[in-house]
């Protein structure tokens, strides 16, 4: 409670000195308006809040970019579904089907076909999975990554800025 006496601000729970040197109690609080007037004490409202600038368009497209970024990493740590694996779209299953890819395509060129290649799922389910399979699951997770992407890109770039970044429509356009 801002209560001042002579100017000065008196703080609840301590106790104050008034211009004949007596010392009031902490418990001054407990008093009554009454005996806060008698004493000297005024009551004076806290100051409002200065008004805050309206943001700038940069302010604003940054919020934005943020709020766009934040989305688009969500969408693409929830995965999707290819082929009926569950796959994740985080930067480390992008680097695994990657490394995967490439060696499929080696056992591709030494005529290999069986399934000799593991990939755990975003369950933990781990397939078994031909050169071709491979090969499947990285194409279309890099294709669905890439529109996930190619969305946010939009969204980032769009004027004017959508009401809400989480509206599938935004994000399904390329998927």
Not at 45 to 69: G, K, M
Request: no cysteine.
């Amino acid at each position: 409670m801002p209560y001042f006496y002579n100017d000065k601000q008196i703080r609840e729970g301590r106790s104050w000195k008034n211009a004949d040197g007596i010392t009031h109690p902490s418990t001054w609080a407990r008093w009554s308006d009454a005996e806060k007037k008698a004493a000297g004490l005024v009551w004076r409202d806290p100051p409002a809040p200065a008004p805050q600038p309206e943001p700038t368009l940069e302010e604003i497209r940054e919020r934005w970019t943020a709020q766009v970024v934040e989305e688009r990493t969500r969408r693409l740590d929830a995965g999707t579904t290819i082929d009926g694996i569950p796959v994740s779209g985080s930067i480390q299953v992008q680097a695994d089907l990657t490394a995967l890819d490439r060696l499929a395509e080696k056992a591709t060129a030494n005529v290999i076909s069986e399934a000799v290649f593991e990939f755990r799922d975003q369950n933990d389910v781990v397939h078994k999975l031909t050169p071709e399979q491979v090969s499947s699951l990285f194409d279309k997770g890099s294709q669905w990554v890439m529109a996930i992407r190619k969305a946010s890109w939009d969204l980032i770039d769009a004027d004017p800025i959508p009401d809400d970044v989480t509206d599938d429509n935004h994000w399904n356009k390329y998927v």
